[in-house]
């Protein structure tokens, strides 16, 4: 098993150059199947979709703070397609006048099942891609990925407060100058900064726990970064393409929205995916080179 390597290690790519390090991940995503792990991240994230909102919709109801749940759809709206929006802030919608703590218990099952079966897709393209099988016993492989599903629940309601938060804060910087510009860009910096802080934290932690390699945690490394990066910008061209190229409402018709979300939740994984597989290829480098 390779040994964890240095985050400067890391950063010098293990000894290759960047086109070999694009090679090389290119190749074993392909060789490890991990488009086929993207679909399998896709299904059991959508099926984790509604639930999530019903705990986001009960644990926000418990906040000293109002407009929370406000600023995450706005922030959804600027980032997403319209009809996937639509379809979310239906669903809040429904869900906000539909909330039983019946249904909030049923949220809370389905959400740690398919966010463990998430997680657990996760751990297996990881560890296809430092080439280690999986020989953790089940009970703390779900362990993990339960864990992780909690953890990463529990970051993404730190991460809406923020966006409720960070535009006070600047709000009070900003009004000191009466330009209007600076507090659209001060309001969309604060959105892309929360999410991604979120994506940073999120993949560094998803990195270093869930493959069975012992590897250190880095919040910055090549495949976090990657992964962040390519997922902000994944997110603004798949926006522009699909509400001024695509026809997917002609074809899909009231799916159209479902259809877009898994579209994106499959994009999210490959890039999640790929991350993983560009930190594999550095550190499997860099560890033979060390021997």
Known sequence: MPRPIPLQEMWKLGGLSIREVIRRSMVGFRRDQLDARSAQFAYYAVLAVAPMLI?????????????????????????????????????????????????????????????????????????????????????????????????????????MILLVVGPMVTGLVTDRFDVGWLHVISSTGVRWGVACGFMLIATSIIYSIVPHVKLRWYLLSPGNVFATAGWVALTQVFRIYVENFSQYNETYGTLAGVVVLMVWLYLTGAVLLMGGEINSVIHNAAAGSSR
């Open 55 to 159: 705990v986001i919709i009960a644990c926000v109801a418990q906040l000293p703070l109002d407009g929370v749940l406000t600023s995450f759809l706005r922030a959804i709206d600027i980032g997403m397609p319209d009809n996937v929006f639509e379809l979310l802030e239906g669903q809040v919608s429904d869900i906000q006048q539909n909330s039983t703590p019946s249904l909030i218990a049923f949220g809370l099952l389905i959400l740690a099942i398919a966010g463990s079966k998430l997680f657990l897709t996760v751990g297996a393209g990881l560890d296809a891609a430092y080439g280690v099988e999986q020989k953790r016993r089940f009970w703390l492989s779900g362990g993990i990925a339960f864990a992780l599903t909690w953890g990463v629940m529990l970051l993404l309601l730190v991460s």
